[in-house]
Nanobody, 123 residues
């Protein structure tokens, strides 16, 4: 059974930082591209950041580029999202997702999803 379990969300003030983690189990982690997505209330789920299965290529949404960093530790089967200089518009539920071998970040193409972790940025 595949599980993706996010952690690290919470309440932070504007300009602060958070580090999200996503621990994977039940899948050959090294074969999966891993991404972070977010969904604000009443809005669609959108791509935030993604990393290729071997960590060689990282991609970011324009709104987070320069502030967020995605990384992965294949030995620990974990992907991270370091979020700096947080803004109120970053408030959302953040989801981890896995895509077999393909760094295609369309929501509909992801193979597995975590349950999400809430990030709230207060002004």
């Amino acid at each position: 059974q595949v599980q993706l379990v996010e952690s690290g969300g919470g309440l932070v003030q504007v300009g602060g930082s958070l580090r999200l983690s996503c621990a994977a189990s039940g899948l050959p982690f090294n074969s999966y591209a891993m991404g972070w997505f977010r969904q604000a209330p009443g809005k669609e789920r959108n791509f935030v950041a993604g990393v290729q299965y071997n960590g060689a290529i990282r991609q970011y949404a324009g709104s987070v580029k320069g502030r967020f960093t995605i990384s992965r530790d294949n030995a620990k089967k974990t992907v991270f999202l370091q979020m700096n200089i947080l803004k109120p518009e970053d408030t959302a539920v953040y989801y981890c997702a896995a895509n077999y071998l393909s760094a295609n970040w369309d929501v509909g193409t992801m193979d597995y999803w975590g349950q999400g972790t809430q990030v709230t940025v207060s002004s």
